[in-house]
Structure formats: C-alpha cells, structure tokens
C-alpha cells in the first residue's frame, strides 16, 4: 500500500523493468512535446517494488501493476520505463516532472484529488491484518483495545484511525519495520493493503497468521499523473479497452485468480 497502498494516497486488491534504475531520471517532458508519452516517446512510470505488484524472478520483471502500467503505455504508443523508488518518493517525484504516471497500488482519495489525477479505476482496494502466530486476534472485531501498527503516510493509516477507535496507532516506516515491532511486542498486528501480504508472511523473520482481508468501501486504484496531464483521457481509454477485451481479466486472474471480481468491473463488461 498500502505497498496495495492504500494511500488511503492502500478490483481488487486482494486485489516492473524495462528500464530500471534506483536514481530518479531527467524531468519529462510536458505532455505537449514531440517526445512526449502521447507522441510516442517514453511514459516514465514510477514503482515500488513490492510482490505482486512489481517485483523480479530469475530476472523476469512481473506484477500486477507491471503489466497493466505497461498495456497502458503500449495503448498509448509509448516506450514504458519502469523507475523504482520508495512509495514516500514518488508523488515527489511525480510533482517534479522526473516521473510521468505512478503505478503502485494507489487508492484515489479526495484529499489526493485536489492535488493529482487519478485514471479510471484499474483495481479496488483491499485491506488485511496481519498477527503472529498463536495471536488472539482472528477477526477484524478482535483488534479493539489492541496496538496497531501501519506504515506511516499510507493510507491504511488514515482509514485506521477514521474507522476504528479502540485501537493504539503504531506508526513504522515501512513494512519490514512494522513487521519487526511486531516481533518485539510493541504492536500486536499489522494493518496493510492485503495484496502484500503473501510476500510479507514469506520474508517476516517472525512466523505470521493468514491475513484477515477484506474489500475497503469506496476506494478504486488507480494511476496517478499530474493535475491537468493530457494524457489522463487517453489512459482511461486503455484500462477501458483492456476491460472489454478481456486483457484486464486475464492479467487479474494471473495474479489474483482467488480474489472474486468487483462490482466495479462486473458493470464494466468484465
């Protein structure tokens, strides 16, 4: 996030590179410019990398936000460049022109809207709790009077904070350093978008429970550009597409194959 960030900016959030490289690149140019993504130039598309939305094997990139940032370059004649930073990076990044389009699991807020344009919808947003094993907590009413601990920044944070009262908010970093203060027993759970959470169990250096997930209410995902970008209609053309022609289904079945199909995308014709 959430990291599925919830950046509750943290369908389906339970539910990349061409280029790689871990410095920022040179600003883009404006969306009117012969070299420009709509002219056919590059589309710089900022990532954190994060299974299963961005991430390498045996040098292979994959994802799911990979290959859907990637359809949508292609939709729109563009060369993709994948550039990955720190998730607290990228809307600086994206503010500075050094990015075009980030494409990280960004859930659309209205305090996020007044400043960004979000694309139409490519995912929705799921949430998960994580405990250690042999915790008491097995269902989301289990964490009242409980500490929890989130990445600062993400949205998972606010919409902690918003929908639960009893809880104590332990603010981390990031996702590894959440996880650690659970080893510690300074947090008792995890609250985190839920398409991180099998990578998360797979490299925690303390045994974890299966997540406890479910779908936040209201809260699409999708790519981010800059206010007024030219671009943006362009890219709602393309997710639109690859939801009627199927492309969107079988990169979501790929990678959540499990996870039932939102409404979102049921009244879209997928």
Not at 186 to 203: C, L, R, V
């Amino acid at each position: 996030m959430s990291q599925t960030k919830f950046v509750v900016v943290g369908a389906l959030a339970l539910l990349g590179a061409i280029v790689f490289s871990g410095r920022l690149s040179d600003p883009a140019p404006p969306a009117t410019d012969e070299a420009s993504a709509a002219a056919g130039g590059t589309l710089r598309i900022g990532v954190d990398s994060a299974e299963p939305s961005y991430y390498k094997t045996d040098g292979v990139t994959k994802g799911f936000d990979y290959q859907m940032a990637r359809s949508v370059a292609e939709g729109l004649g563009a060369e993709p460049e994948f550039v990955e930073m720190d998730f607290n990076q990228l809307f600086p990044a994206l503010e500075a022109g050094k990015i075009d389009m980030i494409g990280a699991q960004v859930t659309k807020t209205e305090e996020a809207e007044r400043k960004y344009d979000f694309s139409a919808p490519y995912f929705v947003t799921y949430v998960s709790f994580l405990a250690p094993k042999g915790s008491t907590i097995k269902s989301r009413d289990d964490i009242d009077g409980k500490k929890i601990a989130v990445v600062e920044g993400t949205v998972q944070e606010r919409y902690l904070e918003e929908q639960y009262e009893d809880v104590t908010v332990i603010k981390a970093p990031d996702a590894d350093a959440a996880v650690r203060s659970m080893g510690r027993g300074e947090a008792d759970a995890f609250f985190y978008g839920a398409p991180y959470s099998q990578s998360i169990i797979k490299s925690a250096p303390i045994p974890l429970t299966e997540p406890i997930v479910y779908q936040a209410e209201d809260a699409p995902i999708g790519f981010v550009v800059r206010e007024g970008d030219e671009r943006k209609e362009q890219i709602d053309g393309v997710i639109e597409d690859m939801v009627l022609n199927g492309e969107w289904t079988k990169i979501k079945t790929d990678y959540f194959e499990a996870v039932p199909l939102s409404e979102v995308f049921r009244e879209k014709g997928a």
